[in-house]
């Protein structure tokens, strides 16, 4: 009865609300989004250095988030780099002194704070020529015209906060106000407000500094340097930002004046920030950076993309109008309609222009969402809660919407999908909440990714073994649908083809488990099972196979050398090397090796009918089922404790290809040794498997940010709402794309040979042209 109820109200739902009104309600959403965040921005102005100055909040203790923008902590040496040759000074009291040494110990974390605390103290690096002097001007007075480069702060306690040292302090202000700003027209100038104090813990001899007093300070130099100059915009800029940073840590302050440390080293990295993200360009520093210019490869593709789209509209038209042309006239005595016997069928020119205007249109969404900075981006922050009460949730969710299979083999297609379904969806929330920092959740979904290629090298393997198909139409339908989508946003993001690892992992992969069986003897199951020399020779062949990876990974030389021939270095270099390609695929390298083994095994069973896969029924017998599942679930729990306990990452790392399979095997056997497990599946995380390789490249641009980074911001001030809804176009983008792919897929790869190598020699055509024009657009960017 409740599983009748279930499916009424499942039909109940799918009548009203489908996944093409799911598409045009996201559809619907970006154009309301992108309209209010073009307003937004034109409203209140289009600079996020502004935002970065002034305005921002914690996300977590020490962890401050600038408005509508990411920023980037500075290492030593990016620091010197940006700021060679170049001459600082912090001018001022004593606070400003202290972010005077919180900004010098980025360059240099060994300076000490040492010196006369009422003196000038100067800083050389001579490595990178960068001079940082700190002035000590403790208060705005006629002496600062005697010195264009002198920069000060003020002292309420010098003139006993009277409101005298106000009234002379403005007039100060608005004599060096012209000065300021003929220096701003050559130089960076930043007006430091005044930091609140906390006046409980101040001594008696600083009781005068109120935080009333300090506020008219700040408001008048506001207003001052701000009208300093007629019919434009002030040249100096505000470093407000300290002001809201310190009032939340001046608790924590020793004597209520002065900032705690990490307060001084956040404004400190802001001022880095602000200074070098324009420089160095971080991919992790949106604020202040201006929008990337367009290549030529990508102009191109815009204008690929905007002929498609008039195409398409110009033939809907034409095809519209001549459907009104031949629609079914009303019989006059009758008065029934009479149908039209003939329907035209859908053209493939027509499936291509739709399928291209589709994919300008959501390539559009990606180009917005984080190379033209229309919609903000914010720095990730690891809380255990952000991590888990998802994963509950997805959990909880993926229980309820459960089916019957429609076969109760082991690991069969509905529970291979519900596999790549929940693995992606851990994945997803593994990657928003920055849970990369916390080591025992890296290891488990290093297992996670271990996993999804273990079922690359079982099912390729399968329907090789099983098929026989070496076809080159095979190899072409597999290659075409796991690179489309890479290949097109390296065109439209203009990112290099290793920076989706993932997709190249796998590609190298199929075509390793393609080349080991399509080579001489070409051995299949049908041959084999007339003679069992041949599975021999098989085992023979992954030996080898094992050899050759086991040669790879303990030899970097060649490894290098053979992925840095032209033109694989163009697929698989990234930062000008190879090694970031080295690295991923020796991580997970045995575990295709171990799914290829694992996939002749069972298959092997399976035809001696050895194994019992009938729905309900357990997979061995009794003794031999509980047996393997006790050993299961010990080895499952025996790695999770192993991995929760890591501490050191390289060493982890090391141990991981090795001891992976033990949880993917235990994981395998407690799913299906018993028949009720085997004949169940989650139906929800199996839609997610079905897009899950699409979830993974769409997430880099349009739910993450920055290239996977940071976190897209479609509604700023309400971090739940945002992930819902752009959560809810992710997943509808990403269906979309997944369904063009098939579409094209079907157009671009036909069955017949012939043409299908006419396509192959266009696209190898293609290639080349992208090629060259890579090749030119590098030389033009040195």
């Known amino acids: 009865m409740a599983a009748l109820a279930y499916n009424l109200g499942k039909r109940e739902i799918n009548h009203y609300f489908s996944v093409r009104s799911a598409k045009v309600l996201a559809l619907v959403a970006v154009l309301l989004l992108a309209a209010c965040h073009l307003a937004s921005r034109r409203y209140r102005g289009n600079d996020s250095c502004e935002y970065l100055l002034s305005s921002g909040r914690f996300l977590g203790e020490k962890v401050w988030q600038p408005h509508s923008c990411m920023m980037h902590k500075y290492k030593i040496s990016e620091a010197k780099n940006c700021l060679v040759d170049k001459h600082i000074a912090f001018i001022g009291d004593s606070r400003i002194r202290q972010l005077f040494y919180s900004f010098v110990k980025i ?36 002496s ?39 220096l701003a027209k050559t130089s960076d100038v930043y007006w430091v407000l005044q930091d609140p104090v906390y006046e409980d813990l101040l001594s008696e001899n600083r009781k005068m500094i109120t935080n009333e007093k300090i506020d008219a300070y700040n408001e008048a130099a506001v207003s001052i340097l701000n009208s300093s100059t007629r019919n434009s915009k002030s040249n100096v800029k505000m470093f407000s930002v300290s002001k809201l940073i310190a009032q939340e840590t001046i608790m924590e302050s020793l004597d209520g004046l002065h900032l705690p440390e990490s307060s001084r080293e956040t404004s400190a990295m802001i001022l880095m920030n602000v200074y070098c993200n324009k420089i160095l360009k971080p991919v992790d520093g949106s604020c202040c950076q201006p929008r990337p210019p367009l290549t030529l490869i990508q ?71 984080d190379r033209a900075n229309l919609f903000m981006k914010e720095n990730k922050f690891y809380t255990h809660s952000s991590f888990f009460i998802p994963i509950i949730y997805i959990l909880v969710l993926g229980v309820f919407y459960n089916e019957n299979t429609k076969e109760t083999k082991v690991l069969n297609r509905e529970q291979t999908d519900e596999w790549k379904g929940w693995m992606q969806l851990v994945i997803l929330i593994y990657h928003i909440s920055g849970a990369s920092t916390f080591l025992p959740v890296y290891m488990h979904i290093r297992v996670l990714v271990a996993a999804y290629l273990f079922q690359t090298g079982y099912g390729h393997f399968s329907y090789f073994w099983i ?9 072409c339908q597999v290659l075409f649908r796991l690179n489309f989508l890479v290949v097109v946003l390296c065109i439209v993001m203009d990112r290099p083809y290793q920076f989706y690892y993932f997709v190249p992992l796998v590609t190298v992969w199929f075509m390793v488990i393609y080349v080991t069986l399509a080579l001489w003897p070409q051995i299949i199951q049908k041959k084999a099972n007339g003679n ?101 679930v010990v080895s499952f729990l025996t790695y999770s404790i192993w991995a929760s306990s890591c501490k050191n990452k390289a060493e982890c790392n090391e141990l991981h290809p090795s001891v992976s399979v033990v949880q993917i095997l235990a994981f395998i056997l407690i799913r299906n040794i018993p028949g009720y497990a085997r004949s169940v599946y989650s139906s929800f995380f199996a839609w997610f498997g079905k897009i899950s390789l699409e979830l993974f490249i769409c997430q880099y641009h349009i739910w993450l940010a920055a290239d996977t980074r940071g976190i897209l ?70």
């Open 144 to 182: 600062m015209k005697q010195c264009i480069k002198v920069w000060t702060e003020w002292s309420i306690k010098i003139h006993n906060g009277s409101s005298e040292a106000l009234s002379q302090y403005k007039m100060n202000i608005t004599s060096i106000a012209p000065l300021l700003e003929k």
């Open 299 to 369: 102009k191109l593709a815009a204008c690929f993309f905007t002929l498609s789209i008039i195409g398409y509209l110009i033939f809907y038209i034409i095809h519209r109008n001549a459907h009104r042309k031949n629609k079914p006239c009303t019989d006059l005595e009758s008065g029934e309609e009479k149908k039209n016997i003939i329907n035209t069928p859908v053209s493939s020119l027509e499936i291509l222009l739709q399928s291209f205007c589709k994919l300008g249109l959501i390539m559009a969404y990606f180009y917005m969402c």
């Open 713 to 782: 911001v479609l509604i700023p001030g309400n971090p739940m709402l945002n992930i819902i809804v752009s959560t809810f176009i992710f997943v509808c983008v990403a269906h979309e794309i997944s369904q063009i792919t098939n579409d094209l897929a079907q157009i671009i790869i036909p069955k017949d040979n012939s043409s299908l190598l006419k396509r192959l020699a266009c696209i190898a055509a293609f290639f080349c042209g992208l090629l060259i024009l890579s090749s030119i657009q590098d030389k033009s960017k040195h």
């Open 467 to 475: 098929k026989g198909d070496f076809g080159i139409h095979r190899v």
């Open 107 to 142: 360059i240099n974390p060994q300076f000490k704070e040492e010196g006369n605390k009422h003196e000038n103290i100067p800083f050389e690096d001579k490595t990178a020529s960068v001079k940082v002097d700190f002035l000590w001007h403790p208060e705005v007075n006629g």
């Open 532 to 632: 069992c020399f041949w599975h021999f020779g098989l085992l023979l062949k992954l030996g080898f196979l094992l050899l050759f990876i086991c040669f790879l990974a303990y030899s970097q030389g060649a490894f290098e050398k053979i992925f840095s021939l032209w033109p694989l270095s163009k697929c698989f270099e990234l930062k000008g090397n190879v090694y970031e390609w080295w690295f991923r695929w020796r991580l997970d390298r045995y575990v295709v090796f171990h799914g290829m083994l694992f996939a002749f095994i069972y298959l092997a069973l399976q035809k001696r009918q050895i194994l019992s896969e009938g729905k309900g029924e357990p997979l061995f017998s009794n003794k031999i089922s509980n047996f393997l599942l006790f050993i299961s």
